[in-house]
């Protein structure tokens, strides 16, 4: 009896057959930015490592697969605006530094209207935003994941050419867990983790500077050591920050080398052949 789909994954088997490229797309490196669990601060990660590669002259795309639960396009000033088409094909939206976006938020009426869709229609929507959005060329293109290890991570990895993971996490006692979940994961599907970024690490004092760890002392370096990962950056809880992606400012509002480690472990990926635009020119 053949396997299905779910079961060949559980076995630590990719699905034989990957998403298409269109022919105007040409993405170099494909990043995911997973967590084991919610409310960790995934899209906060994935665009602070979107500016940040943008920053350093980079051509940058989301694609945003948290379907029913979209914040990029609120956090790079695309609040109110719809993706366009061109012939077959969607084109994504552009933010004001040129970070380019394709989310569901994108493509309802209004940003608050809920996603009330079933499994099947979630990986359809995953398959548009790859196989029919002109994506032009990228160097690099990040996925904002879902929380957890369910069917729209199980579609993203088996099917889009993942080339590296960034795992986001948070101080608390759950952390072992979360990374755990995300590197077996990564483990299954057979992509190399490039690291881990703590959230909420703590925060810093307005009087005196000091960094305060609200939610104790990190055991960070402890678990990644353990699972064998990097450690790529801690992020601060910063009312400032959050109040800029409220605002859809994160581009503007993001301090200069947030992220130094993360951004380097993206640029150090191989680049792979793309099969789209390279197509196209010959």
């Known amino acids: 009896m053949a396997e299905c789909e779910h079961a060949a994954a559980a076995g630590g088997k990719k699905a034989p057959q990957q998403f298409e490229e269109n022919t105007l797309s040409e993405a170099k490196r494909v990043i995911a930015v997973l967590s084991g669990k919610g409310g960790v601060g995934k899209s906060l990660v994935t665009g602070s490592l979107a500016v940040g590669l943008a ?14 639960g979209p914040s990029i396009p609120k956090m790079l000033g695309m609040s109110g605006r719809h993706a366009s088409g061109i012939g077959n094909l969607l084109l994504p939206e552009v933010s004001e530094t040129g970070i380019k976006v394709m989310s569901s938020n994108l493509l309802l009426a209004n940003e608050t209207d809920p996603v009330l869709w079933r499994g099947p229609v979630i990986a359809g929507a995953i398959r548009q935003f790859w196989s029919d959005t002109s994506w032009g060329p990228l160097d690099y293109l990040l996925v904002d994941m879902p929380p957890g290890t369910g069917d729209v991570a199980l579609t993203v990895f088996q099917s889009l050419p993942v080339d590296g993971i960034v795992v986001v996490t948070s101080p608390q006692d759950l952390v072992s867990m979360i990374v755990a979940k995300a590197v077996n994961m990564a483990d299954k599907m057979h992509v190399p983790v490039l690291g881990i970024i703590e959230n909420m690490s703590y925060i810093t004092c307005p009087d005196c500077g000091k960094k305060i760890e609200v939610f104790g002392p990190s055991k960070l370096d402890e678990v990644a050591a353990g699972y064998g990962v990097e450690v790529l950056g801690r992020l601060p809880i910063d009312p400032a920050l959050a109040g800029a992606c409220d605002a859809g400012a994160l581009e503007q509002a993001l301090p200069e080398n947030l992220l130094p480690d993360a951004v380097a472990a993206c640029e150090a990926v191989a680049p792979h052949e793309g099969e789209g635009a390279a197509k196209a020119t010959e």
């Open 55 to 68: 920053r350093r002259g980079n051509k940058v795309g989301i694609l945003d697969a948290d379907i029913t």
